[in-house]
Every structure is written in structure tokens, then in C-alpha cells.
């Protein structure tokens, strides 16, 4: 299974929930807080429902809210992919 990588966030981002005009996602975003990025816990949940059903993987709701940036969530996405090529 391939990682789950900054460029592929991106893209997933970009499917699910779109792009503030504010916000350069090409940018340095990775340390950047989902709400300074204009994402809400409602565009996270449905950037991981994209993920889900895009990579076959099971990301629980309750884990989402502990994941506060983009380099959090691909963490734990890369962490939920070693688990299921085990």
C-alpha cells in the first residue's frame, strides 16, 4: 500500500471540501491548524470520509478530533495504513 503523503492530503482536500481562496494548500500548511485553513471538524470528517472510502481504511470519528493539523492526520492515516497491510 502506498503512504499517505502531503501531496496526496492535498489532493483529497481539494475533492472533498475544496479550497478557501485564502489559502495556498501548496504552501507550508503542514504545522497550520485546521481552523487557521479554514477546516472545521465537519471538513475534516468529510476529508476522512474521502480517505475511507479512497484507501479501503476505517478512521474512526473519535480519533479525528485529536488531529488538529494536516501532518497529524496524514500521521495517523500512514499509522491506520501500517495497520491494515499487516
Known amino acids: 500500500m502506498t ?6 492530503f ?3 482536500t481539494r475533492e472533498s471540501v ?7 494548500l501548496d504552501g507550508d500548511i503542514l504545522d497550520t491548524p ?3 485553513l479554514g477546516y472545521d471538524s465537519l ?3 468529510e476529508i476522512a470520509n474521502k480517505v475511507e472510502k479512497e484507501f479501503g481504511l476505517s478512521l474512526p470519528e473519535e ?3 485529536d488531529l488538529e493539523t ?6 495517523y492515516v500512514n499509522s491506520r495504513m501500517e495497520v491494515v497491510g499487516s
Open 63 to 65: 480519533d479525528l478530533g
Open 43 to 45: 471538513a475534516v470528517m
Open 3 to 8: 503512504r499517505f503523503t502531503p501531496d496526496v
Open 18 to 24: 475544496g479550497v478557501d481562496d485564502t489559502v495556498d
Open 70 to 75: 494536516p501532518r497529524a492526520f496524514i500521521d
Open 10 to 12: 492535498r489532493r483529497v
Open 34 to 36: 485546521f481552523p487557521e
